[in-house]
């Protein structure tokens, strides 16, 4: 019941979109070799634009079977590392046709990749006419099912199962939220159980508290239950067991949340052996496929920056060395994922052999008083230190729009940090950390983050702390390529930098 998709869905769309797509491309193959059938006129146009469009069949330009093994090859691979698999990254129908599109893009750009290395003269005609054959079935294919699923709710023919949530406190809200979010339509909540005579008759999440829990049976009886989802807190065990064992006596289906999920571990998976269910938290961070994945999009997206902004690199070393003397790279050294300290590079934007306590005491009383910007002095709008005397002319300049942190790619290429992620602490920083504020060294620090696109020292330490745990326990390639997008603009604006 509380699979967002099932794994027989999964298992025929994993099969539509590989098979499917090899037949689009035969398909598309097809119609390119019979473009030359089309009006004159239609022919003058397409030939304006480069792409030739002969009548003669397998006329494409390259031969097709090495063009089917790499899409067999690619597709795969970039479907699931998109998440187009995983429901709860799809649990809207705007969000999966989202993931399938952006992976449909990404896969034909890395076919492009493969044929501009191998086969340059494959028709452009193919490629544009695959692109749009294979995004209309995986699209289509997938609205179809929504609208199925959507037509039969309507019309009551998918039968949907009752559901009983016993516990109205904040484990079982939450289990309502997350049904109505990831459950579609095959789900109906008839309400509450709880022994809290203030809650008897009030609603929560717009379902009524029906009764206390020794009433369940009549519950039962008067509304047709088929499954309950128990949400009791740690301190209710006794209770618990007995309610579950009056539930499965009543041939009711029973599914428990442990109230230790309220802590919110992301990678929590249930375990057992020898028939004793067990909880398993995990290892914090990203593990297995996922960590590779991150690792080949830090190394190829920071190798490309570095190439890229090569000219701008050289200009700016040349700038320091004549503002102001003392190097031009500035070492500093952060605290990395798990704890480990490592050496971080910036552009120096201070004055040689500066005294860092002013910046220690400036820090230690945003994290002690978890300041934001309406609590300071001066209506600033930033929680940066304003007129820093260290900071030299130059300086001012690069850190206003973050030029001082362009070296850091190269930590991203040494593997001590990543594209995307929360920024590094400092060591005088962690000294002042509640255990909770730790959690956001379960990442790999980032250049730049969920964080620095949406707040920059614009919101206080303790938020800027859940905006980085947030971003830890979603995070996935298709975010942090937004991320990335979306960091020229907010550096350049210079909003919240200081």
């Known amino acids: 019941m509380l699979r967002q998709f099932s794994v027989k869905r999964i298992v025929g769309f994993?099969?539509?979109?590989?098979?499917?797509?090899?037949?689009?491309?035969?398909?598309?193959?097809?119609?390119?070799a019979r473009l030359g059938q089309l009006p004159k006129s239609t022919v003058a146009f397409l030939g304006g634009l480069h792409i030739q469009v002969g009548g003669v069949q397998g006329e494409l330009g390259a031969p097709l079977w090495p063009i089917l093994i790499a899409v067999a090859i690619i597709w795969p691979v970039c479907f699931t590392s998109f998440s187009v698999y995983d429901g709860r990254k799809s649990g809207k129908v705007s969000l999966e046709l989202r993931n399938v599109f952006?992976?449909?893009?990404?896969?034909?750009?890395?076919?492009?990749?493969?044929?501009?290395?191998?086969?340059?003269?494959?028709?452009?005609?193919?490629?544009?006419?695959?692109?749009?054959?294979?995004?209309?079935?995986?699209?289509?294919?997938?609205?179809?099912?929504?609208?199925?699923?959507?037509?039969?709710?309507?019309?009551?023919?998918?039968?949907?199962r009752q559901v009983l949530i016993v516990g109205a406190g904040a484990v079982g809200w939450n289990a309502v939220q997350q049904?109505?979010?990831?459950?579609?339509?095959?789900?109906?909540?008839?309400?509450?159980?709880?022994?809290?005579?203030?809650k008897c008759g009030c609603e929560f999440e717009g379902f009524p508290v029906l009764g206390k829990l020794?009433?369940?049976?009549?519950?039962?009886?008067?509304?047709?239950?088929?499954?309950?989802?128990?949400?009791?807190?740690?301190?209710?065990?006794?209770?618990?067991?007995?309610?579950?064992?009056?539930?499965?006596?009543?041939?009711?289906?029973?599914?428990?949340?442990?109230?230790?999920?309220?802590?919110?571990?992301?990678?929590?998976?249930?375990?057992?052996?020898?028939?004793?269910?067990?909880i398993d938290l995990g290892q914090?961070?990203?593990q297995g496929m996922q960590r590779f994945e991150k690792r080949v999009f830090d190394v190829l997206t920071a190798g490309l920056i570095l190439v890229f902004i090569s000219p701008v690199l050289l200009a700016l070393a040349i700038l320091i060395k004549l503002d102001s003397p003392g190097p031009v790279i500035y070492r500093q050294t952060r605290i990395g994922e798990n704890g480990k300290?490592?050496?971080?590079?910036?552009?120096?934007?201070?004055?040689?052999?500066?005294?860092?306590?002013?910046?220690q005491a400036h820090v230690t009383r945003l994290i002690k008083e978890n300041l934001d910007p309406a609590q300071l002095e001066n209506g600033k709008s930033s929680l940066k230190m304003e007129n820093d005397p260290r900071i030299t002319r130059l300086g001012r300049f690069i850190r206003k729009t973050s030029l001082d942190e362009l070296p850091q790619f190269v930590n991203v290429i040494r593997g001590e940090m990543s594209v995307v992620g929360p920024r590094p602490s400092l060591p005088y920083?962690?000294?002042?950390?509640?255990?909770?504020?730790?959690?956001?060294?379960?990442?790999?620090?980032?250049?730049?983050?969920?964080?620095?696109?949406?707040?920059?020292?614009?919101?206080?330490f303790d938020e800027m702390v859940r905006m980085d745990l947030e971003y830890i326990q979603d995070q996935s390639l298709w975010r942090d390529l937004l991320i990335v997008l979306q960091t020229p603009w907010v550096a350049l604006s210079g909003r919240g930098a200081g």
């Open 214 to 278: 020794d009433q369940v049976a009549e519950v039962v009886q008067t509304h047709p239950v088929q499954e309950a989802i128990i949400a009791l807190p740690l301190a209710s065990y006794q209770v618990l067991v007995g309610i579950c064992e009056k539930l499965q006596s009543l041939s009711i289906r029973v599914h428990v949340i442990p109230d230790i999920f309220a802590l919110s571990f992301p990678n929590a998976a249930l375990d057992g052996f020898g028939g004793i269910p067990v």
């Open 14 to 32: 994993f099969l539509i979109d590989w098979f499917g797509s090899l037949v689009m491309l035969l398909y598309a193959a097809e119609m390119r």
């Open 102 to 160: 952006v992976a449909v893009c990404v896969s034909l750009a890395a076919l492009a990749g493969f044929l501009f290395l191998t086969y340059r003269e494959t028709s452009r005609g193919l490629f544009l006419l695959f692109f749009g054959l294979d995004a209309l079935l995986l699209l289509g294919g997938r609205l179809l099912l929504w609208a199925i699923r959507r037509i039969q709710g309507q019309r009551g023919n998918n039968h949907p």
């Open 429 to 460: 920083e962690l000294e002042q950390y509640k255990d909770w504020h730790k959690r956001r060294l379960e990442a790999l620090p980032g250049v730049t983050g969920f964080w620095q696109v949406h707040a920059r020292n614009q919101v206080s």
């Open 284 to 286: 914090p961070g990203l």
């Open 341 to 359: 300290p490592f050496v971080m590079f910036k552009f120096r934007s201070m004055r040689a052999d500066t005294d860092p306590s002013i910046h």
């Open 179 to 198: 049904l109505k979010k990831y459950a579609w339509i095959n789900l109906q909540i008839v309400g509450y159980l709880d022994d809290d005579r203030k």
